[in-house]
């Protein structure tokens, strides 16, 4: 037992440092990634609240339309770590080609579904004052939809090559951009027409462009000091563009499937009173910004696991999942630990309603208990992609999410009268049946890649 415990701490600092080296950038570029959707609510929250309501609204629409196109492109996290881990770097680049071939496609085809519920908007069953207000909004963020999808092709390659700083780097100075372009375009400084809501739209596409131009200029600098020439990985290969739908769709559905569940639950809060869902919205925001942590390490899994695999090195494979999952438990812990120990301080940074603290008070101490389970299952999820399995993910949202979860917070909410509470512990109860399945699924494939290693060591 002692020799069993002394070979795991020996995996873990093997492992610890370079898992750490990925994570830490991308964790705080997903943290970037919150903050521009914080920036524009807080410029238009000085317009009016029919402009914070396009924002939101606005927002909430175009992620939900976005989603599907970036969850595509995931598949690229396992192509383009595979091949470096095998040493086949051009195979890395041809994979960097079919994801922007593939963006461009996403792209136009996305930004035409968002331009038409631009103009639907009350079909949604938004009120006519912010439906006016959320149109140009929509129509003008609608041009980040190409920019942004060529960008998420990009930073997965970058990511998958090592290149973690310069996506970082890419978005805190995007955010500077964002910043400047909303205090120009929202309020009309410089001459600039004073346009508000829709002035925020055009600074996130700005942003955005912006963001797609610095790293394809990373690249190609990267690329011409290596001796690289990238115009000889441009030709089009169906083989290679099937294996990214295979590995992208089961993604795309799994993001649309945790992203529709939370969407979902928020209208559902929106039926109870303005207590509850100022509560609801504001726990949620507090456990959304603990979870870009996970999330950025699920990536980092997803490319450390995905070199191993290229390399074929079972070992190291399940070394760096576990490793993921342990930094996950660890981070998560630490956040159960805030949200039961200051509840209030963090509820009180977003309001001073008494009755809206007192509930969002109750409503952190659940995201306590999930918040560990909620690390778990998006890591697992990383892990996964890196080992190239992207089904067990979204099967196991489809189940853990829509099957159990959401149908029993709707019943505790609405039929036994625990109101927002009830619907939270149903969400809880969805998360850790993702987590669960998904720590099962990996607890398999990491035996299995053990029992290949040894089978080879003995060949």
Same mark, same amino acid.
């Given at each position: 037992m002692?020799?069993?415990?002394?070979?795991?701490?020996?995996?873990?600092?093997?492992e610890l440092a370079p898992m750490f080296r990925v994570a830490w950038p991308v964790a705080t570029s997903?943290?970037?990634?919150?903050?521009?959707g914080l920036v524009d609510t807080m410029m238009v929250g000085r317009v009016s609240a029919e402009a914070i309501g396009a924002v939101s609204i606005g927002a909430n629409v175009f992620f939900t339309v976005a989603?599907?196109?970036?969850?595509?492109?995931?598949?690229l996290d396992y192509l383009v770590a595979h091949a470096v881990g095998a040493n086949r770097h051009p195979d890395a @680049? +041809?994979? &960097?080609?079919?994801?922007?071939?593939?963006?461009?496609a996403l792209g136009v085809l996305l930004t035409t579904v968002v331009l038409v519920l631009a103009d639907r908007l009350a079909l949604l069953g938004v009120q006519p004052a912010i439906a006016r207000a959320t149109a140009p909004y929509l129509r003008a963020k609608a041009w980040s939809m190409l920019p942004l999808l060529l960008y998420t092709?990009? @930073? +997965?390659? &970058?990511?998958?090559?090592?290149?973690?700083?310069?996506?970082?780097?890419a978005l805190i100075s995007a955010n500077l951009v964002n910043l400047a372009v909303n205090w120009i375009l929202v309020f009309g400084h410089f001459g600039?027409?004073?346009?508000?809501?829709?002035?925020?739209?055009?600074?996130?596409?700005?942003?955005?462009?912006?963001l797609l131009l610095f790293v394809v200029a990373y690249v190609a600098r990267h690329e011409r000091r290596s001796g690289v020439s990238l115009a000889l990985y441009w030709a089009f290969d169906t083989t290679r563009m099937r294996t990214l739908l295979r590995l992208g769709v089961p993604a795309a559905l799994q993001m649309l499937l945790e992203v529709g569940v939370f969407a979902m639950a928020t209208l559902l809060a929106g039926r109870l009173s303005a207590v509850q869902l100022a509560a609801h919205q504001i726990a949620l925001s507090a456990a959304a910004f603990a979870f870009m942590v996970p999330l950025g390490i699920s990536s980092a899994a997803a490319v450390r696991v995905g070199y191993a695999m290229g390399r074929i090195d079972g070992a190291g494979a399940a070394r760096a999942g576990w490793t993921a999952l342990f930094l996950a438990v660890a981070f998560m812990s630490c956040s159960a630990i805030t949200f039961v120990a200051v509840p209030r301080a963090i509820i009180r940074v977003f309001t001073t309603d008494a009755v809206v603290i007192e509930t969002g008070t109750a409503l952190l101490g659940i995201a306590a208990i999930f918040a560990l389970f909620d690390g778990l299952q998006v890591v697992a999820t990383g892990v996964l992609r890196g080992a190239?399995?992207?089904?067990s993910p979204m099967l196991a949202s489809l189940v853990g999410y829509w099957i159990i979860g959401l149908p029993l917070g709707y019943a505790m909410c609405f039929r036994h009268g625990f109101g927002v509470v009830g619907l939270w512990i149903g969400l809880s109860a969805g998360l850790i049946t993702v987590a669960i399945a998904l720590m099962a699924v990996w607890s398999v494939r990491s035996r299995e890649?053990?029992?290949e290693r040894r089978i080879v060591a003995a060949a």
């Open positions: 002692n020799g069993a415990w002394q070979r795991v701490r020996a995996g873990l600092r093997a997903e943290l970037g990634w919150m903050a521009m989603i599907l196109g970036m969850g595509m492109l995931l598949g @680049r +041809r994979a &960097l080609a079919h994801g922007m071939y593939l963006s461009l092709s990009v @930073r +997965r390659y &970058l990511q998958a090559v090592g290149a973690v700083r310069a996506v970082m780097i600039a027409p004073a346009l508000g809501a829709e002035g925020s739209g055009w600074a996130t596409t700005s942003a955005r462009v912006y190239g399995d992207t089904r890649l053990l029992r």
